[in-house]
């Protein structure tokens, strides 16, 4: 049986989920995934930073109601999140980032991703700036240092799409995708046709764990044209930049464009689209679209997403699932894990009696 140490880097929604799991699911892994989990460090910006090389206790650090700093109190605790020395030196052999999403340049979450490579960490994330912004420079640093860096979560939560698509659908010759790949505007959107307005349904997205810190980005089109830049560049072989794609949210639909919708049997969602030209160059873009009730995604709620692949040799495989949450993501950070599991690398891990 394999022990990863693992250090997390944050502590909001999604990491505080990863500990849950880990406390309520730890044996059940261990039996049936080969591996369990031991948090050696842990780095908040708001909570501090602490090491402990035998192990924090999962279940107490869920339990425990920390207020600012708090994790100074703890034994090789501080009030401050000293992430440079915490990636760098936690005797931690997986990384795990869920800071916040910096939709401008990645930062500081594509630094917390460098040292933990440079360190011979390997790195899972379901923060979307590294993985949009930095993806070539980072994978150069994994394969150099012969660790992974993993990030199904980046896009869609922990419904696999980036692996099933890179995997499962190998030799398909991908032509481009289009999905609703926010989970909070299509939620936002959702509530809205249910007449609730558009700050109060935000508001409900917030507090069950969908949005982001800044939820501008969810409804500007932000998140999504990080996502497609994601997909586009990882499964069309594109190399985009946010800034290549045009992008729209939907801030400014009102309650009477719903309606209006409606009352011509069709609903506003926001679509993220790319496809490759005939050139070869990739296109793609953010934008708020009217779906007749036929169309394939105008059935999709809720923060639920889906993303239909263009094939050439299937045609259209649509793949659908969560989009957002915190239990949904922690799960993809597990998936990612698995992956590093299954690729061998147990090797970097203690082996266990
Ligand atoms: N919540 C969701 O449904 C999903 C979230 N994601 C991404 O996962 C990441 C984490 O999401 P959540 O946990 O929901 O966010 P959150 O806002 O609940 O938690 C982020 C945590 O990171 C901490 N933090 C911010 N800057 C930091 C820094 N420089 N150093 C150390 N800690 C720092 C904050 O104090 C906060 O506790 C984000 O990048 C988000 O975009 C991806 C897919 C779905
Ligand atoms: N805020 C995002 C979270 C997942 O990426 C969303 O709502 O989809």
């Not at 980032?97 to 899972?124: F, I, M, Q």
């Not at 289009?178 to 007449?195: D, P």
Request: hydrophobic share 40%.
């Amino acid at each position: 049986m394999t022990i990863y140490n693992i250090a997390l880097i944050g502590f909001g929604g999604v990491n505080r989920a990863l500990t849950e799991l880990i406390a309520a699911k730890n044996q059940l892994w261990e039996r049936d995934l080969g591996f369990r989990l031991n948090i050696v460090a842990v780095s908040d910006l708001y909570l501090g930073s602490v090491i402990s090389p035998n192990g924090l206790d999962a279940k107490t650090l869920v339990d425990a109601k920390f207020e600012k700093g708090g994790f100074g109190q703890l034994s090789g605790g501080s009030a401050e999140a000293d992430n440079e020395t915490i990636i760098k030196t936690a005797p931690a052999d997986i990384v795990v980032e869920a800071t916040y999403t910096n939709p401008k340049d990645g930062e500081p979450a594509v630094s917390h991703c460098r040292w933990a490579l440079e360190t011979g960490k390997h790195v899972v994330t379901t923060n979307k700036g590294p993985v949009a912004i930095a993806a070539p420079a980072l994978k150069a640093f994994a394969k150099t240092n012969g660790v992974r860096f993993e990030y199904e979560g980046a896009v869609m939560s922990g419904t696999p799409v980036i692996r099933m698509a890179e995997r499962t659908l190998a030799g398909a010759e991908l032509k481009g995708f289009e999905g609703i790949l926010n989970g909070t505007s299509n939620f936002v959107l959702g509530r809205m046709e249910s007449g609730l307005d558009f700050a109060s349904a935000v508001k409900e997205a917030q507090k069950l764990g969908y949005a982001e810190a800044d939820p501008t980005a969810d409804v500007e089109g932000f998140d999504v044209r990080l996502k497609v830049v994601i997909l586009a560049n990882e499964l069309l072989g594109a190399n985009l930049k946010p800034e290549d794609i045009s992008c729209k949210g939907v801030s400014g639909l009102s309650l009477s464009d719903i309606e209006e919708a409606a009352k011509a049997n069709s609903r506003w969602k926001l679509i993220g689209a790319a496809v490759r030209n005939d050139d070869g160059s990739v296109t793609g873009s953010v934008s708020p679209k009217r779906l007749g009730l036929d169309h394939p995604l105008a059935g999709v709620n809720g923060a639920t997403n889906a993303v239909s692949l263009d094939t050439e040799l299937l045609g259209a495989v649509t793949i659908t699932g969560p989009g957002a949450g915190r239990i949904e993501t922690a799960y993809a950070l597990l998936s990612d894990i698995v992956a590093i599991h299954s690729a061998g690398a147990s090797s970097t891990a203690k082996e266990a009696a």
